[in-house]
């Protein structure tokens, strides 16, 4: 069976910055014939990423917000996690596919042309914009 796990975390302040505190989310999948299989594998890969140094710097606490047992995937697909922020929008970092190789997962983006001002990022673009 397939798992898929849904967590959060908060980040500690830099150099006791109360405003540089700040926090995410991730997603990990694993294959297990129980929960109690797939939860153990994620704790070990995010136990390893964090002592890896990959990810999770300045992380004291990730929290299980759902984990997911995929008995069987609808053939339209299915929505895996939402989140949504209130108020103003906020700066992020996202990735994914972490832990495992091009030969076992693909992930996939939208690219933009258009570069911000610093010149080494981009403008992230919609997949699907919704018009009334």
């Excluded at 299989?37 to 990730?62: C, H, P, S």
């Excluded at 609808?74 to 190789?101: K, M, Q, R």
């Excluded at 042309?113 to 992230?124: A, C, I, K, Y």
Aim: proline content about 2%; glycine content about 6%; some cysteine.
């Amino acid at each position: 069976m397939i798992y898929i796990g849904h967590f959060s975390f908060m980040k500690n302040p830099v150099d006791g910055d109360e405003n540089q505190a700040n926090h995410g989310y991730f997603t990990t999948v694993a294959e297990g014939d129980s929960v109690e299989t797939a939860l153990e594998k994620f704790d070990a890969l995010i136990r390893k990423l964090y002592q890896d140094g990959e990810v999770f710097e300045n992380v004291d606490e990730v929290f299980l917000d759902a984990c997911i047992e995929c008995k069987e995937i609808p053939s339209a697909g299915f929505l895996a996690h939402y989140v949504e922020w209130l108020g103003e929008d906020n700066d992020c970092i996202s990735t994914s596919v972490i832990g495992a190789s091009e030969d076992q997962v693909a992930d996939y983006y939208i690219e933009s042309d258009e570069q911000d001002e610093d010149g080494e990022s981009f403008n992230v673009e919609p997949f699907i914009v919704f018009e009334d």
